[in-house]
Nanobody, 122 residues
């Protein structure tokens, strides 16, 4: 079992940067993938980025590629999402999730954090 706790959300202005953190506890395996999703009111949960727990290979949604960076610190069991040049339409609850493979579909993920609100004002 894996427990995930997000932090770092808040209110920022358009064009600003923000770094989210996801602290993981419990057992993880080398095959696990850590990912970030976001969900705005009335919209589907959207894949943002993913990283392999071991090895560090990454995958990004086209909408954030070049602006967002996902990284991990295995010693701290923490995954980060560095978000640059934030846009108002990216206002959403951001969730950390864990799965046993690299997936972009939220339905494939077994564990979820509680979410952290990111609000980008114009």
């Amino acid at each position: 079992q894996v427990q995930l706790v997000e932090s770092g959300g808040g209110l920022v202005q358009a064009g600003d940067s923000l770094r989210l953190s996801c602290a993981a506890s419990g057992r993880t395996f080398s095959s696990y993938t850590m990912a970030w999703f976001r969900q705005a009111p009335g919209k589907e949960r959207e894949f943002v980025a993913a990283i392999r727990w071991s090895g560090g290979s990454t995958y990004y949604a086209d909408s954030v590629k070049g602006r967002f960076t996902i990284s991990r610190d295995n010693a701290k069991n923490t995954v980060y999402l560095q978000m640059n040049s934030l846009k108002p339409e990216e206002t959403a609850v951001y969730y950390c999730a864990a799965a046993r493979g690299l997936y972009t579909d939220a339905r494939a993920y077994d564990y979820w954090g509680q979410g952290t609100q990111v609000t980008v004002s114009s």
